[in-house]
């Protein structure tokens, strides 16, 4: 499949994602992600941050200077300095970024496990990697499942599990962080429960409509090996300290005093 092509086919899934995020729907959705999100997007730190947002932009939330939001075409971009590339080659040179935040288009790529490798890979040692998507075992997992509407955003879409991700993540060297879980009403109602956000959020139950996922890269640590000094004494009669009783230790040389024919001795004879 040609590049144009696959843009092509972005460009209809952004369209369409677009249109549920505007509903009260997806209006309501947003606002539980954005409270799961806050804390972490607030408090972030460094230079560079990029997203690929099927909603609203989570990095609008950050203090961070320099804002990259990704398109599939100049058409779709929102400012001049968005990155129009490829999803699963992004035009960016390793480790470059502070923060790295996939909202919701994993489950619309062909090549989801690409992308995550490219969003590993532009990922510095230091950075996150937030990943926001939809719970296949979450509440609204069985409207998914029977409804007549699951050819429409955001039904149709390949709902990646945590647990999948998990193993993602870790043939990329990152491991995860945290999990949190939002968006816990009723299935077919538009409206989050407050009650049930409130429950669910306190005890972080993975009944959400959607997870947000924070990794960082593994770091090992270096094992130092601890080398073990040993000494070898000669075999023999032997203090503590390895000195024979007549002074000398046992592997010294013995002095003239010490021969049985010493100079003085020689003299007295004369």
């Known amino acids: 499949m040609s590049n144009s092509t696959q843009a092509g086919q972005h460009?209809?899934?952004?369209?369409?994602?677009?249109a549920y995020w505007q509903s009260p729907a997806?209006?309501?959705l947003w606002e539980a992600q954005r409270a799961c999100l806050g804390p972490y997007i607030e408090e972030t730190r460094g230079e560079h941050g990029l997203e690929m947002a099927l909603?609203?932009?989570?990095?609008?939330?950050?203090?961070?200077?320099?804002?990259?939001q990704w398109a599939p075409t100049p058409s779709c971009a929102d400012s001049p300095s968005a990155l129009v590339c490829p999803a699963e080659a992004w035009a960016l040179?390793?480790?470059c970024l502070d923060t790295v935040i996939l909202h919701h288009w994993l489950e619309e790529l062909s090549t989801p496990?690409?992308?995550?490798?490219?969003?590993?890979?532009?990922c510095a040692d230091h950075g996150r990697l937030v990943i926001v998507g939809f719970n296949p075992l979450g509440?609204?997992?069985?409207?998914?499942?029977w409804s007549k509407q699951r050819t429409r955003y955001p039904l149709s879409g390949n709902w990646l599990s945590v647990a999948c991700l998990t193993k993602w993540l870790a043939f990329v060297?990152?491991?995860i962080e945290r999990v949190d879980y939002c968006g816990f009403r009723r299935p077919g109602t538009s409206v989050i429960h407050p009650q049930w956000e409130t429950l669910g959020r306190r005890y972080n139950l993975a009944l959400g409509e959607c997870y947000v996922i924070q990794a960082k890269r593994q770091r090992e640590t270096a094992q130092i090996k601890q080398l073990r000094f040993k000494l070898d004494v000669p075999?023999?009669?032997?203090?503590?300290l390895g000195v024979t009783r007549s002074g000398s230790s046992p592997g010294s040389c013995r002095t003239d005093s010490n021969r049985t024919g010493s100079p003085r001795a020689d003299a007295n004879s004369k």
């Open 11 to 18: 460009v209809k899934r952004l369209e369409r994602a677009k």
């Open 26 to 28: 997806g209006k309501a």
């Open 55 to 68: 909603g609203a932009s989570p990095l609008s939330l950050s203090p961070l200077r320099h804002k990259i």
């Open 93 to 95: 040179p390793d480790r």
């Open 113 to 122: 496990r690409d992308t995550l490798e490219e969003a590993a890979r532009t």
């Open 139 to 145: 509440l609204l997992a069985p409207l998914r499942r």
């Open 173 to 175: 060297d990152f491991e």
């Open 235 to 240: 075999n023999g009669p032997r203090s503590s």
